[in-house]
């Protein structure tokens, strides 16, 4: 009986989940050529409250929809929209924010970046973090519903899947092409939670 009661005694406790408190992230927000591209504005300055570091990288279609000036201004960084932008520094920029990103964000993301990480593309900054860096990456399409459900695309898609990448969207609604259907960012709220969620997820440690 004695020895029983030792051996229970003895027996290791129950596994705990134990929550590291999460410092400061370092999230880089990439921002591509779609028209929902004004709405990275919103997504930077909610990532920013929510007391992280934000890297913001733009593709040079999305300068045509929304200011690189006003991305700075949220998110309190410099903002990277070509390769050029690096000359001050010996390290490419680029890689530094590979190297430093907890989480790469893409949001809009555009069914061409999508199809250039894919097939590891690098012909421009964003693609070639995505290329670079270990962090967990997030894409929130949009656009057209048709582009969205080619077979191309949703080739693309799941290859991406397959290797990690983590999808949010798209939703269904009323599309700028004029189009009623799937294609439309996911909402912005709810965008900024998943990447809270996925920057969350890496501070918890089985004791």
């Known amino acids: 009986m004695d020895r029983e009661l030792k051996r229970r005694r003895d027996k290791p406790s129950a596994r705990k989940v134990v929550r590291i408190p999460a410092g400061k992230k370092s999230v880089v927000l990439g921002v591509t050529g779609s028209i929902a591209a004004y709405k990275s504005a919103e997504l930077a300055s909610l990532l920013v409250k929510q007391g992280h570091e934000v890297f913001v990288v733009m593709t040079q279609d999305a300068t045509e929809f929304i200011s690189p000036l006003t991305l700075q201004t949220l998110s309190k960084n410099p903002v990277t929209t070509s390769f050029y ?91 700028a092409c004029g189009y009623e259907g799937l294609g439309r960012l996911w909402k912005v709220n709810d965008i900024a939670f998943r990447a809270e969620f996925l920057l969350s997820r890496h501070d918890k440690l089985i004791a």
């Open 85 to 175: 932008d690096e000359k001050e520094n010996w390290r490419p920029g680029h890689i530094d924010l590979a190297d430093r990103a907890n989480l790469l964000l893409i949001a809009p993301a555009t069914a061409h970046v999508i199809a250039e990480l894919a097939h590891g593309l690098a012909g421009h900054p964003l693609a070639a973090i995505a290329l670079a860096t270990r962090a967990p990456i997030l894409l929130a399409p949009a656009m057209n519903g048709k582009m969205w459900q080619h077979h191309a695309t949703q080739e693309n898609v799941e290859k991406l899947k397959a290797r990690g990448v983590e999808f949010i969207g798209p939703e269904e609604g009323m599309l």
